[in-house]
């Protein structure tokens, strides 16, 4: 199976659909994204261009050959210069990671999101802010400034105020 995006004329993605081998291949049974572009056209009409499932971040997830940086993302682009596909920018203050072609934030995200503690992107400080929810369950409680994980945890267990 092959996936192709189908892209309007700023490049945007408008969707994503996945095409049969058969499809695809030439006669000696080689894949040619043109044969799949044009058989996608043919029912479709607009503009496709192949894209990876298995490429995210320049990296082919299975070790083989990334394929144009990521996988196509309904909303994001193709850049022709770059051969590559990236997705929408979240927010104004990031900048785009030209190995990756992926958006970075100003400030390095401070650690991994747990299954009790999570990072969300705060534009307006451009800070990462920090929410806990002590039982994994419920939403998160926002860690003030000044105030302790474990403080926050106490606070959200205290009050039931889980947002």
């Not at 993605?13 to 572009?37: F, M, P, Y």
């Amino acid at each position: 199976m092959a996936h192709f995006a189908e892209i309007d004329i700023l490049k945007k993605v408008l969707r994503v659909l996945v095409v049969e081998d058969k499809d695809t291949q030439n006669k000696k049974g080689n894949e040619v994204e043109s044969i799949g572009a044009k058989y996608l056209h043919s029912a479709f009409g607009g503009t496709w261009i192949k894209t990876s499932y298995n490429t995210q971040n320049g990296v082919h997830q299975e070790g083989g050959e990334p394929f144009r940086k990521n996988y196509a993302m309904i909303g994001g682009t193709y850049d022709e210069t770059r051969d590559a596909f990236i997705p929408s920018k979240p927010y104004a203050s990031w900048t785009l990671n030209e190995s990756t072609c992926q958006w970075e934030p100003p400030v390095a995200r401070p650690g991994e999101d747990t299954p009790t503690k999570n990072y969300v992107w705060n534009e307006d400080t451009t800070s990462w802010d920090t929410y806990v929810s002590p039982d994994g369950i419920h939403g998160g409680t926002k860690v003030e400034e000044g105030e302790t994980v474990e403080e926050a945890e106490e606070r959200a267990i205290a009050h039931g105020d889980y947002v």
